[in-house]
């Protein structure tokens, strides 16, 4: 089919696509803290995964200007995910700093006894 | 616990793994890498260091104070070099009138930007070092009150 | 019912998606709309104008220079908000 031919010239964002609804399931069904943060930082992959694969050219090479090559790939995605790695670095810092406050306040890091340790505090 | 293999083979690898990151700063503007990665490389060889040896030797090498001074120390000259291209009349941050640029291709060129690399590599190693210690020791200060 | 709704909504959410990556512009090709602007520019200019060879260097360190600085202030301050976490309150000195 038609659809299935243009799915496999597009592999790479399929494939960013994937990892994205992957770590999106695990981030909802999964009860431990630590994978819940580790698909988070899947789904951040899938993105750049995505982004970075926009800017490429057919028969394009590394963007350093060396003398005798004629056709570049496009530099700018690669420029603009480079903040994005580093706001993906802090976010999951910050939030690894959270957990361990949730752990020393609770003693345990699955987060359905988090909700029941809670509502059990306000009845 | 003392484990004969790990300390063995991290005495041997470290050196190369920080020349390799020291590679990837100084080349910055020359072939693909520059201040993030760089930083990177260098900051996850002074954690496999703390990681191997133990954390009471690691906080003679490499305390928490000299690791907050890097990457304080790599901010502060990042705005520090835009004040330069303000004192000669042009916009912050200016590379091209202030700044020498030299023949592309070669190791001294590109003036600011050289310096800029050096500066992330440092904040981003302190960074990262800093991170881990934070993490470690995981909020209980000197009297054990958490 | 618990179990199978993350599943339904993630169903139909990776369904719109797979769409949408069906209707992009076909992937390397050398006249897609994100390659007409800047591009040429960055690529022809940044050897005489800054020095380096290293086109996205040149680019995130001198042409867009403040946003980097910017990024910088972003780690900074994930150090200091994970030390404000881990080491405030009850620190009555």
Same mark, same amino acid.
């Given at each position: ?29 999964? $009860?431990?803290?630590? $994978? ?41 995605? *690669? ?10 670095? *802090? ?19 699955? *987060? ?7 509502? $059990? $505090?306000?009845? | ?9 991290? #005495? ?11 590679? /990837? &700063? ?27 040896? #133990? ?5 003679? #090498? ?14 502060? /000259? ?15 941050? @200016?590379? #091209? ?16 930007? &050289?310096? /800029? ?9 302190? @960074? ?16 054990? @009150?958490? | 019912?618990?179990?199978? !709704? ?9 369904? %719109? !998606?797979? %769409? ?10 050398? =006249? ?9 520019? =960055? !690529? ?18 001198? =042409?867009?220079? =403040?946003?980097? %600085? ?15 976490? !881990? ?7």
């Amino acid at each position: 089919m038609a659809l299935l031919e243009r799915l496999y010239t597009n592999i790479y964002y399929l494939v960013a696509v994937v990892l994205f609804v992957i770590g999106f399931h695990t981030m909802l069904t999964h $009860k431990n803290l630590i $994978k819940k943060l580790m698909a988070l930082n899947i789904m951040d992959t899938a993105i750049f995964l995505f982004f970075v694969a926009i800017g490429y050219r057919q028969g394009g090479q590394a963007p350093i200007l060396v003398p005798g090559v004629e056709k570049f790939v496009n530099p700018i995605p *690669s420029a603009l995910i480079l903040t994005g790695i580093v706001i993906s670095v *802090s976010f999951t810092a910050f939030a690894l700093a959270l957990v361990v406050l949730l752990y020393k306040h609770y003693g345990t890091l699955d *987060s359905d006894e988090i909700i029941a340790i809670r509502g $059990k $505090k306000h009845v | 616990m003392h484990d004969l293999i790990l300390e063995v083979v991290n #005495r041997l690898l470290l050196p190369f793994i920080q020349l390799f990151g020291m590679y /990837i &700063l100084f080349h910055g503007h020359l072939s693909p890498g520059g201040g993030f990665s760089g930083g990177a490389v260098i900051g996850a060889s002074l954690i496999l260091y703390s990681l191997t040896f #133990r954390f009471a030797k690691v906080k003679h #090498r490499m305390d928490h104070d000299t690791s907050v001074f890097f990457e304080a120390a790599g901010a502060l /000259i990042y705005v520090g070099i835009g004040f330069v291209g303000l004192f000669f009349g042009y916009n912050y941050l @200016t590379n #091209r009138g202030v700044f020498p640029l030299g023949v592309p291709g070669q190791l001294w060129s590109s003036g600011m930007i &050289l310096v /800029i690399t050096l500066a992330l590599g440092a904040k981003v190693s302190g @960074t990262i070092l800093s991170l881990f210690q934070e993490l470690l020791e995981g909020g209980s200060d000197e009297h054990g @009150t958490p | 019912m618990k179990k199978v !709704l993350p599943v339904l909504v993630l169903a139909a959410i990776g369904v %719109l !998606l797979v %769409l949408t990556v069906a209707e992009m512009p076909t992937f390397g090709d050398s =006249y897609a709309p994100a390659h007409r602007g800047v591009m040429d520019k =960055y !690529l022809q200019d940044s050897a005489v104008d800054t020095g380096a060879i290293n086109t996205i260097a040149a680019i995130i360190l001198d =042409y867009r220079a =403040y946003d980097t %600085l910017g990024e910088a202030t972003v780690l900074f301050v994930a150090v200091l908000a994970v030390t404000a976490a !881990l080491h405030g309150g009850g620190h009555h000195a």
